[in-house]
């Protein structure tokens, strides 16, 4: 089965936003390289990202800066989302909780009309999420 890991760029400011997704779903980083590793570039853009990636489950998100001299992502407008799927309800709650902290609640966590536990909400860096918990027959 083929997997997605979501890749997200960022105007400058992806390692300050995956320290703190490492602080909401644990794990290690386990690849961080520099624009200053791979080729020359100007002061400024010397210790931007241009890859990380953080392991969450069987998934990986992987983002980078993308170099001024490109322009700016619009962040506002990615018009996307990064789907969590949670093994509990405990589990749905700390990952909301944790990544919208700073953000902005689109849709409070909370049993929806489809049968699910979901929220979404745009964290503070700009990027969408939604997380979700799926109960089964076992669950209830």
């Not at 990064?82 to 689109?106: H, P, Q, T, W």
């Amino acid at each position: 089965m083929a997997t997605i890991n979501p890749y997200i760029n960022f105007n400058g400011n992806a390692e300050e936003a995956f320290i703190f997704y490492k602080s909401v779903f644990g794990g290690e980083f386990t690849k961080i390289t520099r624009f200053k590793d791979l080729f020359p570039v100007a002061e400024n853009e010397a210790n931007k990202i241009f890859y990380i990636a953080l392991p969450i489950g069987k998934n990986i998100l992987i983002a980078n800066d993308v170099p001024e001299s490109m322009g700016r992502v619009n962040e506002n407008e990615n018009r996307s989302k990064i789907s969590i799927s949670a093994e509990s309800k405990e589990e749905a709650d700390r990952l909301f909780n944790g990544l919208s902290a700073g953000g902005k609640v689109e849709m409070p966590i909370a049993d929806s009309p489809w049968g699910s536990y979901f929220g979404m909400f745009r964290d503070k860096y700009g990027i969408e999420w939604t997380v979700e918990f799926k109960p089964t027959e076992a669950d209830s």
